[in-house]
């Protein structure tokens, strides 16, 4: 069975601060995606990143960056130089490798970036 | 880009009454979609599967008499929740798959008093 976990309930930083969400999957599948979305409060689904269980190059879009590692089935998400706009709650989630298949989708952590 | 569209984006009903909620694929055909039920202050859970053309698959738990899913096309699914109670009260999204990504619907806000 699949399964994301996100040890981190609530963080809160100060503007400017970095900070790291933390993901860690389990599946049984050689192949798969992972994806990390964020929600703010009004409640819609913004769309971050998808990243192949094959790639396990590191990403940065702006100020965010994903650090995949496949050794430790981890999957983070670090913000650099948070502004208040970021606070949301970030969902990390994982999905099978055919395409037709839901998100598991972690508990989520709320950041709250505080001015 | 392909985009999901859910109406409505809240709804307040009576005890007792139904609601219909649509999850439209707008500029692409979706064979499947899903409909996630999210509690707050809680992850996103998936519900059911509803697929074109055939009836949904409902995962454990989800009574499939109350949560009604009709997927008549292509690009819509609907989503009824019948005779709503307070504890039905909660923030429902759908979620197609595109060629790349699953794209959601904006969620529905229901609250049942």
């Known amino acids: 069975a699949q399964k994301v976990t996100q040890a981190q309930t609530e963080i809160s930083v100060v503007e400017k601060e970095d900070v790291t969400l933390d993901c860690v999957y389990e599946?049984?599948?050689?192949?798969?995606?992972l994806f990390w979305y964020k929600q703010p409060p009004s409640g819609e689904l913004v769309f971050l990143i998808r990243?192949?269980?094959?790639?396990?190059q590191n990403e940065i879009s702006g100020r965010y960056s994903w650090n995949f590692q496949k050794s430790t089935s981890s999957f983070n998400f670090t913000i650099t130089a948070s502004q208040v706009v970021d606070s949301a709650v970030y969902f990390c989630?994982?999905?099978?490798?055919?395409?037709?298949?839901?998100?598991?989708f972690g508990k989520g952590t709320r950041l709250s970036v505080i001015a | 880009g392909a985009v999901v569209s859910q109406h409505p984006s809240w709804v307040i009903c009576k005890s007792g009454t139904s609601v219909k909620i649509e999850c439209r694929s707008l500029?692409?055909?979706?064979?499947?979609m899903f409909w996630y039920r999210q509690f707050p202050k809680q992850s996103l859970m998936l519900m059911a599967t509803?697929?074109?053309?055939?009836?949904?698959?409902?995962e454990q738990g989800v009574e499939k008499d109350k949560f009604l899913i009709n997927h008549a096309s292509l690009t819509l699914s609907t989503l009824t929740v019948t005779s709503a109670h307070p504890e039905d009260s909660s923030f429902y999204i759908c979620?197609?798959?595109?060629?790349?990504?699953?794209?959601f619907g904006q969620g529905t806000r229901l609250t049942v008093v």
């Open positions: 979620s197609a798959l595109g060629q790349t990504e699953a794209f």
């Open positions: 599946t049984r599948d050689t192949t798969y995606y």
């Open positions: 990243r192949n269980s094959f790639d396990e």
């Open positions: 989630a994982l999905s099978e490798w055919s395409g037709n298949t839901p998100l598991v």
């Open positions: 500029d692409f055909q979706a064979t499947t």
């Open positions: 509803s697929n074109e053309g055939s009836k949904a698959t409902y």
